[in-house]
């Protein structure tokens, strides 16, 4: 039995004589449906002519219509959403036929929901493309429909499966008579009779006595017609890009959903080292080792580092041993997968040697290895091809080049975001933002939520970062900013679909305002690369870090710039106690950290607070808790 998802169909028109038709028609009414069965009179023709296209090609085929009905007269995506979940009320259904869309750029994911659970019961859902090529349209754009086009084709029969990522076919939709309301008869063309069309032709094909064992995206392929050219109504100016994308079927694209979108379990379960220990990506690993997943057994530093030396005595993670020389046998076997951060950036010829050295010995040990740099990603392949061609471990590094790019595309169909987004901006460098973000999540999660977190540092892959956006520092990320937008929104919408979070969790690197007169950059790194995500991301709220020496302008400046782009309310303020001072030496102005004392910290913060009208709190204070869920239930609430 095939479907017919319309406006009704007339089953006394001419055409449809000795056709066996059931239906019901699906009423909205306010925010509720009603269902009427046994009711499905045309409401304008549309319907009629799908199925008299459907009948002439498969006779002996029953016809199930459901009718959409708003008292609009207006079909929405809820409708259709209705519709499509009333298909799993009814038996033997071979096909779903929609020979209509929603013209728009993203769907709901209602909708989206619906399509997926008639495909998961095994029905093929065929549904019209734009007739405009270069406009998307729903359900047609989703991975799991055929989406059916107009053909320049010589025969009602034939068809063409064009390779490309909407699974795309050109069947017969140009000029024809087609029946209509009112048993009349009518000249159209369009990709609503091309879909009927094809309907009719796949259950030909799938219900053939020597087919009926067959896969049916098989016989699809195997049944097309090559060499038909698409039928283009318009041919606009706008740039038409043709996608490259290999064609992935559901199963395949769920799978690489999860690679991208969801945190690597591979590395919750590692025994891990890192080096070297004393660089900024590296110590955030390290002071934070508690809330990682992966087992930090081992840090790993230069050997000539002299200004670190004290600060590795003084390592306030007393249980892990920090060694600045080379590995001793039982050494290599505490871990099985180190990260290595940017060791090539410090101009010291002795400590590129170690590093290379230590790289060289991992690799001969199979260890699995964690780059945040592409230099040093270059390094390691050009040590296992001259050194290493046996090695089986796993190397990964963060980044998005052209290939996860074009991964990440074949997810334009998500539907919207639909959860809270939270970030952590600043008003500089330097200000713990990546730990106030790994602190309220887990503030977040200790309340019951499930919380996303995208990372824009390379090391959030270890803190089990749904995606790793690595815009800042030696950025991997190749998309030119003007680009950031279209992935950007993709990559937060496969989050939300794989991972079904309560929240999501990101924050930007350095500050938004130029601490000078700037050259435009629109490469990532530059200073404008952190407004670009932030108006690409477009959170719904933010919390700002701070310095004890901000001015309460700087600060103002930072929350109204963020609030003007992007709408944008700070929920809260969140001070780190490090303060930079200046102290002459010798006649030399040296610059140099010191942690404020509680009082001290406490004061600045009740000052801010009063000035500013925001809370203003330290995040890592036990005391400030429920401080930042309440600002987060009652903004969201």
Known sequence: MIVIIDEGIDKDHPRLKNCRITGATIIEEGTGIRVEYDEFS???????????????????????????????GRITENLLSEALLFCNRLSNISVVNISMGVAKTRASTKLYDACLQVYQSGITIVAASHNFVALQCYPAAFPFVYAVGCGLVKSKLQYHYADSAERKIL?????????WKDQTYKISAGTSFATAHFSGILEKIATSTENRNYNIDDLIKSNSTPDIEEFLYIQKKSELIASQNEVLQPDALNKLGQELFVSDSALRSSKLAVFPASEKEIKTVTELSDSMSANLVLAIDYPRNFADLLKRKQNPNKDLPVIARELKDNELHLFDTIAIGYFMDMPVESNIIFGTKLIEECLKKNKNILLFDNDVYHLVNRIIQSKCPSYTGRIRISTVDKPVIKKIKQFSHLPDINVPVLAVIGTSSRQGKFTTQIRVREIIQNKGYKVSLISTEPQGVLFDAAFTFPYGYNSNIVLPLTEWHRELETIFRGVQHFNKPNII????????????????????????????????????????????????????????????????????????????????????????????????MKDRMDNLSSELGIPVINVMDTQSEMTIISAIEDFFS
Do not use: W
Request: hydrophobic content about 35%.
């Open 505 to 600: 969790l990101t924050g930007i690197q350095g500050g938004v305002l130029p601490r000078k007169a700037v050259k435009q950059s629109l490469k990532a790194g530059s200073i404008l690369s952190s407004m670009h995500y932030l108006t690409s991301v477009a959170p719904d709220a933010v919390f700002c870090s701070v310095n004890p020496t901000d001015s309460v302008e700087h600060i103002q400046q930072t929350i109204e710039t963020v609030y003007n782009f992007c709408k944008s309310p700070c929920l809260l303020c969140m001070m780190t106690p490090l303060t930079r001072e200046f102290e002459e030496n010798g006649g030399i102005s040296l610059k140099k950290y010191r942690l404020l004392g509680y009082e001290e």
């Open 42 to 72: 045309d409401s304008s023709g549309h319907g009629t002519a799908v199925a008299a296209i459907i009948h002439k090609i498969v006779p002996e085929t029953d016809i199930y219509s459901i009718k959409m009905f708003s008292p609009t």
């Open 171 to 179: 069947a017969k939709g140009g000029s024809q008579r087609i029946a």
